[in-house]
């Protein structure tokens, strides 16, 4: 499967979806990434995950945020600063959704959920790629396509979601 | 023949980054060789699906996972491939570092220079 073919799917999944249980798949993104930011903020000493946490929680509680983008530059690491290092990517990303999720909340465009779903593969797809030559059929990226659409038919069904342990934070542990 | 901007190039290959917002946070360099191979690098680890797939018949990727900023990792990939640079180009301005670097192998920026050095570095 290509990365196109699997953000397609994503997308039509997502489609008949309301503004609301969009922004409740978001959070669930969010909130997925979210320990990959706090394992970056541990090992480098570096940034505050509370600041994501306070977020996500407004966005839950639908108080309108205001512009947060000043706080959350502050709290991203900078490659140039950690070049090559996957966790610090997998922090940017995670910062990254946590902005884009702000922004739908206010704006109810769409495209923002486009870059909350590339931002959950690109960390495993970076992982994966090292190793395979079909990224995008290895077990970790499929359990991960399944998760999400699993998610979307819980929130279609109005059930609640369950955020299960991020296998793949602990894997790029290991290599960053 | 192949000609491009190297500094223009670095800052399409950027524009593709997703989530927006962490454009703010990489960088991607792009050196021009002789022989008209085009070297692409990043900052990250290796660079994303998208821009993977944006490369051109002539672009290679600098697949160097060290400490080493974007543009240092296209000069090493060109210095390992036997390639002399002739332009760079950035998608952010280039650190002190990065600059003494390319001065030494005589390469010409194309990119604005920053003048200091990167944060870890002073």
């Not at chain 1, 779903?117 to 396509?145: G, H, K, Q, R, W």
């Not at chain 2, 990727?61 to 491939?81: F, G, S, Y």
Request: proline letters at 4%; charged letters at 30%; one cysteine or more.
């Amino acid at each position: 499967m290509t990365e196109n073919a699997f953000l397609h799917e994503i997308r039509e999944s997502l489609a008949p979806l309301s503004h609301t249980q969009k922004l409740l798949f978001g959070l669930a993104v969010a909130e997925r990434m979210l320990p990959a930011y706090r394992v970056f903020s541990e090992a480098f000493d570096f940034g505050n995950s509370k600041i994501l946490e306070k977020a996500i929680q407004d966005i839950k509680e639908g108080k309108i945020s205001e512009n947060q983008s000043a706080k959350f530059n502050q709290i991203c690491p900078d490659m140039d600063d950690f070049s090559s290092n996957l966790l610090a990517t997998a922090a940017i990303d995670a910062v990254a959704v946590v902005y884009e999720l702000c922004e739908m909340q206010q704006d109810q465009n769409p495209e923002h959920l486009d870059h909350i779903i590339s931002a959950i593969f690109n960390i495993p797809y970076m992982y994966v790629d090292d190793f395979s030559e079909t990224p995008y059929s290895d077990p970790m990226i499929l359990a991960e396509l399944t998760l999400l659409k699993t998610w979307i038919l819980k929130i279609q069904a109005q059930e609640s979601i369950e955020i299960p342990e991020n296998e793949w934070v602990k894997r790029i542990r290991l290599v960053a | 023949m192949f000609s491009i901007d190297p500094d223009k190039r670095a800052k399409e290959l950027h524009s593709l980054i997703s989530p927006p917002m962490a454009q703010n946070f990489v960088t991607i360099a792009v050196l021009t060789t002789e022989n008209e191979t085009v070297i692409i690098g990043t900052n990250e680890r290796k660079l994303r699906k998208k821009q993977v797939e944006a490369l051109l018949e002539n672009e290679i990727e600098a697949q160097i996972k060290e400490d080493k900023h974007a543009e240092e990792k296209v000069i090493q990939k060109a210095l390992e491939m036997g390639l002399k640079g002739k332009e760079i180009g950035a998608s952010r301005p280039i650190c002190l570092d990065c600059e003494d670097l390319i001065k030494e192998e005589s390469i010409l920026p194309k990119t604005e220079l920053k003048g200091k050095k990167s944060k870890k570095r002073q």
